[in-house]
């Protein structure tokens, strides 16, 4: 069944928990030459799995924020951007071409910079100009760096007094994490493993994500993406209210399509009754045209440790997935292809 797995792309899932751990380590305050007193806003640069870890974060943290942080994924800065922006450029292989370009502009604004790599022109930028550097492992896909990334960003704007999570909030994180590697690694195939059978109730199926509040939008949006890179499957997704005003009419669809779709409900347990009810009523109008459903469950006490409980989840699904398939969930040819041909131009 693995044979698959020719880059042993499964360990990365399994290291997860030791990434957190790693920066925890390497984090060092002293590294950090900013001045705290004139930052009135964030902005996070970055695409594909190096701009998620902005988006999670901006969303499962909104409340303990102080400060507005914005994600922008492309070429280009805000006009409010200046010297009162902190600016954080993630970048996992340093050469992602939009956030140079971006992070570039930022510096012609005198925005105070910070960079999250491994290497790369990004890398090389940072010491010319004498930004403060984040480093961290190469030689991952970047879509499997989000621990070093999203921990990088937590512990830079905790250290600003931007953000507070405790470090015993981060250890019990990586404490659950470890239990979710345990939960979902399968080594004999004997014992019942919640992701496998998840993959396997969505093989041929096109998987459609609904987040059950706005802060597992984000998360909504990493399974998304993980079942395109990973698993080599079209997936859409969308979050609760705010497709109760615009897809829910989608629904009313008449067509043989509809076979063709799986909604799963990322949920946990807490939820407001007025969206409790909501969730009902979606799941009345989907259920009606025959669509499966599947509901997952958020493991954790906060709502940090809900998100990242789901963010594994996610990624162990769609990794079985991609076995299931019969594809190796590390390549990525078709982004391959599209750089290929973007660089003949330079």
């Not at 921990?151 to 909030?169: A, R, Y």
């Not at 669809?253 to 799986?262: C, K």
Request: hydrophobic fraction near 40%; glycine fraction near 4%; charge should be positive.
């Amino acid at each position: 069944m693995y044979s698959f797995d020719k880059n042993n792309f499964v360990n990365y899932l399994k290291q997860f928990p030791n990434q957190i751990i790693k920066v925890l380590e390497s984090f060092n305050q002293k590294k950090i030459k900013l001045d705290k007193s004139r930052i009135e806003n964030i902005i996070c640069l970055g695409m594909g799995g190096s701009a998620i870890a902005g988006d999670i974060f901006k969303e499962a943290l909104f409340d303990k924020l102080n400060l507005p942080l914005y994600v922008i994924r492309g070429y280009q800065i805000p006009q409010y951007c200046n010297e009162k922006t902190l600016v954080i450029a993630c970048s996992y292989s340093g050469n992602t071409e939009e956030t140079l370009s971006a992070v570039n502009k930022a510096n012609d604004k005198n925005a105070q910079i910070v960079v999250i790599t491994s290497g790369g022109e990004l890398k090389n930028l940072a010491k010319v100009n004498k930004w403060t550097e984040l480093n961290i492992p190469g030689k991952l896909p970047p879509r499997q760096a989000f621990g070093y990334l999203f921990f990088s960003i937590l512990l830079l704007l905790n250290h600003l007094k931007i953000c507070k999570v405790t470090v015993n909030e981060i250890k019990s994180i990586i404490r659950l994490s470890k239990k979710i590697v345990q939960w979902n690694f399968d080594k004999s195939s004997a014992d019942r493993i919640l992701s496998k059978e998840l993959a396997k109730q969505i093989q041929n199926k096109i998987p459609i994500i609904y987040a059950t509040t706005p802060y597992f939008g984000s998360v909504a949006m990493r399974w998304k993406t993980q079942f395109q890179e990973n698993s080599k499957s079209m997936a859409f997704y969308n979050t609760i209210p705010e497709m109760n005003h615009n897809e829910i009419v989608g629904w009313e669809m008449e067509h043989d399509a509809l076979n063709q779709f799986i909604v799963i409900f990322l949920q946990c347990e807490d939820m407001p009754p007025r969206i409790a009810t909501r969730i009902e009523l979606t799941k009345n109008i989907i259920k009606a045209k025959g669509v499966d459903i599947a509901e997952i469950y958020a493991e954790g006490k906060t709502r940090l440790e809900k998100a990242i409980s789901l963010v594994l989840l996610g990624d162990w699904i769609s990794y079985y997935l991609a076995i299931f398939y019969k594809k190796n969930p590390e390549s990525i040819l078709n982004i391959d292809y599209l750089k290929s041909e973007l660089n003949k131009l330079d």
